[in-house]
T-cell receptor, first 115, second 112 residues
């Protein structure tokens, strides 16, 4: 398996623009997580899905952020409108929870810069 | 609320020195514990994990960790570090919801 795939790897945009980050989880995994990593706040969980259904979005910073998972092999994280404080590395992770245990596998991340 | 504390934010060691990174969590129930490593510019990779059984867990690259339930701790150790161990190390706790709580990370720099 190719692992968790994220695109783009780098995104530079201007304040006010819409940004869409994409994630393809490992095939067969039933949980998908979106994280944000910054120097100031470390690694924060934004939202996670189970079988394509959002379970906990309490980490989503504000209404400008939204996430979808239309099918088991694809998820998006959208920021509209983007702001400079959204600059961070965004990671997607997936896990398989059969047997009640789930090691999370992380993607390479998307480095977002909002000017 | 559950939390994970990594008290050492930055650690600098010389090659061949021994390493111990602290991790404490606040949750009284059953937990699954993880250590992840993030090499510069890369994504997080699993070093080792504890679910149950022997509290001394061995992982990749010579790392090990000990779960001490009475102290709510899961410290990471390596007897002799190498320059290539320079990275950021994250402790994480999962308590049945499949959601991880991560510590703030420890940046390790190993001097050649």
């Amino acid at each position: 398996d190719a692992g968790v795939i994220q695109s783009p790897r780098h995104e530079v945009t201007e304040m006010g623009q819409e940004v869409t980050l994409r994630c393809k989880p490992i095939s067969g995994h039933d949980y998908l997580f979106w994280y944000r990593q910054t120097m100031m706040r470390g690694l924060e969980l934004l939202i996670y899905f189970n079988n394509n259904v959002p379970i906990d979005d309490s980490g989503m910073p504000e209404d400008r952020f939204s996430a979808k998972m239309p099918n088991a092999s694809f998820s998006t994280l959208k920021i509209q409108p983007s702001e400079p404080r959204d600059s961070a590395v965004y990671f997607c992770a997936s896990s398989l929870t059969s047997g009640g245990r789930g090691e999370q596998f992380f993607g390479p991340g998307t480095r977002l810069t909002v000017l | 609320a559950q939390s994970v504390s990594q008290h050492n934010h930055h650690v600098i060691l010389s090659e061949a020195a021994s390493l111990e990174l602290g991790c404490n969590y606040s949750y009284g129930g059953t937990v699954n514990l993880f250590w992840y490593v993030q090499y510069p510019g890369q994504h997080l990779q699993l070093l080792l994990k504890y679910f149950s059984g022997d509290p001394l867990v061995k992982g990749i690259k010579g790392f090990e960790a000990e779960f001490i339930k009475s102290k709510f701790s899961f410290n990471l150790r390596k007897p002799s570090v190498q320059w290539s161990d320079t990275a950021e190390y994250f402790c994480a706790v999962e308590s049945g919801t499949y959601k991880y709580i991560f510590g703030t990370g420890t940046r390790l720099k190993v001097l050649a």
